[in-house]
């Protein structure tokens, strides 16, 4: 059973840097033909995609986001990692990490399964 | 701001059936598979349906999707107030280079 879990600091100042971790659980980050991916949610509000990372390092962005975010893995640690530089209040929210799959060419994307998320708060 | 658009809210009586509709353009829907997910409250949203109509195991067949041009649907029958959640489509969208979700949609069971 595939499981992920998000870990980092609830609350950061404006202007510093947000950094999660993703934990994986019950299949190896390198295996497969997975991509791992964050999403966000600020509250009452609708899903965003932030990005996704192969095994091998590989990685999309969010057009929007993509001028502040990293997202990078540790093979060997079977964990992947955001940061998200420069924050403001509008990137509070909650964050998720879940397995992007896409079997093989002619298939799909979805993302399955997903962590139970974790609040960022931006504040002073 | 998202590129696929679903309504904001449905609603139906118990047992009955709701609809849900998610409208994309030719970079998205219409040349990639739709998955459909399903966030109750204060939790993480699940999978629902992937590959436009596929359904991973452990999901009943009262949830169905099919697709059509540049739009997909999401079809619930014999509604449960258990299925009171938000529901969102996604897919993967070609001038993005990135998945790209709906704007979710509300359903209340009456």
């Known amino acids: 059973q595939v499981q992920l879990q998000e870990s980092g600091p609830g609350l950061v100042k404006p202007s510093q840097t947000l950094s999660l971790t993703c934990s994986v659980s019950?299949?190896?980050?390198?295996?497969?033909?997975?991509?791992w991916s964050w999403i966000r949610q600020p509250a009452g509000k609708g899903l965003e995609w932030i990005g996704r990372?192969?095994?091998?390092?590989?990685?999309n962005y969010n057009p929007s986001l993509k001028s502040r975010v990293t997202i990078s893995v540790d093979t060997s640690k079977n964990q992947f990692s955001l940061r998200l530089r420069s924050v403001t209040a509008t990137d509070t929210a909650v964050y998720y990490c879940?397995?992007?799959?896409?079997?093989?060419?002619?298939?799909?994307?979805?993302?399955?399964?997903w962590g139970q998320g974790t609040l960022v708060t931006v504040s002073s | 701001q998202s590129v696929l658009t679903q309504p904001p809210s449905v609603s139906a009586a118990p047992g009955q059936r709701v609809t849900i509709s998610c409208s994309g353009s030719?970079?998205?829907?219409?040349?990639?598979?739709v998955s459909w997910y399903q966030q109750l409250p204060g939790t993480a949203p699940k999978v629902l349906i992937y590959?436009?109509?596929r359904r991973p195991s452990g999901i009943p067949d009262r949830f169905s999707g099919s697709k059509f041009g540049t739009s997909a649907t999401l079809g619930i029958t014999g509604l449960q107030t258990g299925d009171e959640a938000d529901y969102y489509c996604g897919t993967w969208d070609s001038s993005l280079s990135g998945y790209v979700f709906g704007t979710g949609t509300k359903v209340t069971v009456l």
């Open positions: 879940a397995r992007l799959l896409h079997p093989d060419i002619s298939a799909g994307w979805w993302l399955d399964p």
């Open positions: 019950g299949v190896s980050i390198s295996s497969g033909s997975y991509y």
């Open positions: 990372i192969y095994s091998s390092g590989t990685t």
């Open positions: 030719s970079f998205n829907i219409g040349n990639n598979y």
């Open positions: 590959d436009n109509d």
